[in-house]
């Protein structure tokens, strides 16, 4: 029988529970965002984030469960992000999910959190198909050979800035909210992605690393020199826009290509990005290939992904001494390790 697994993600500014069974069965599925509570300071507050998590959590257990129609005694295991992200933030959830697999004698599974991203696009099904994985959200941006489930290799991370978070740069400078990923896209599409050139950094390197702080700069130069630019706001976003997805698409092409892959699979908040979309659908209509993304309520942060990603691996529990990793570690990115 399928069994059923309650995960918690509080990596960042989301606190999330979902209650999954099997593969596919959604039985309850919850984000609470703090967005609105850190926006006033530009960016993600590490302590405001742990204890509004701490704050949260209690309720939205208990509501997810209601969701569900189940008790406590009704979960096989409890599954949640141990890493990358806000190691306060981080230990909020883990705790939680350890206190009730304790409490419950079920097993306890640490996540990673990029590893729930990047199953993301595979939601529902029972084997991870052979694929090129871009991976781009607030905090990272990387690219990997998956084989299946647990044989995963890095080909190329971002040298500075994640794409997301060149977004949030650019979208401050223009004075619009926190994050602005998601304005930026919308205010670009009645913009001109041809009117300003902006760099496409290492777009033509021979490896598959990605930077992306230069471009920010070069925006930033740009509005100096041109105060009167935010009045072509749609066109400054349109091309910033353009210039970030023709490096994140031409480098999935080439690492799909390098490593033989046919299907290309897309996850994290930027994988929400219009042209991304349109942009990755017509350079793989040309090249051969397929691509594929999260559903829409999987790509953002949340704790659906992270009950997927576990339910790979149902039988593995994690030592209740595992520790949260805050940064990412590439040598330990294998499944069932964070
Ligand atoms: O995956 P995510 O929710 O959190 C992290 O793990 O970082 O990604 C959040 C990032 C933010 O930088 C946000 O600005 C960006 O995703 N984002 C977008 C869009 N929607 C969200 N960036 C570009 N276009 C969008 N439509
Ligand atoms: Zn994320």
Redesign the pocket.
Known sequence: MSRILLAIETS?DETAVAVLRGHKDVLGHRIATQAEIHAPYGGVVPEVASRNHLAILPRLVRTTLADAGLEIAGIDAFAATTGPGLAAALLVGASAAKGLALGAGKPFLAVN?IEG?MLSPFFGEARIAPHLALVV???HTLLFDVREYGDYRLLGRTRDDAA??A??KVAKLLGLGY????E??RLARDGNPDRFDFPRSMLDSKDLDFSFSGLKTSVRYFLEKRPSATVDLPDVCASFQEAVVDVLVGKSLAAARQCGHSLIGIS???S??RRLGEKLEQACVKAGRVWRAAPPELR??NALMIAYAASHRVDRASPITSDVRPNFDPAAFIAGSC
């Open positions: 960042c959190h991203h959200s607030g905090g997301g978070e977004f949030d994050p602005g990923g998601a930026v896209d994290g908040g930027v929400t990005n953002a942060d």
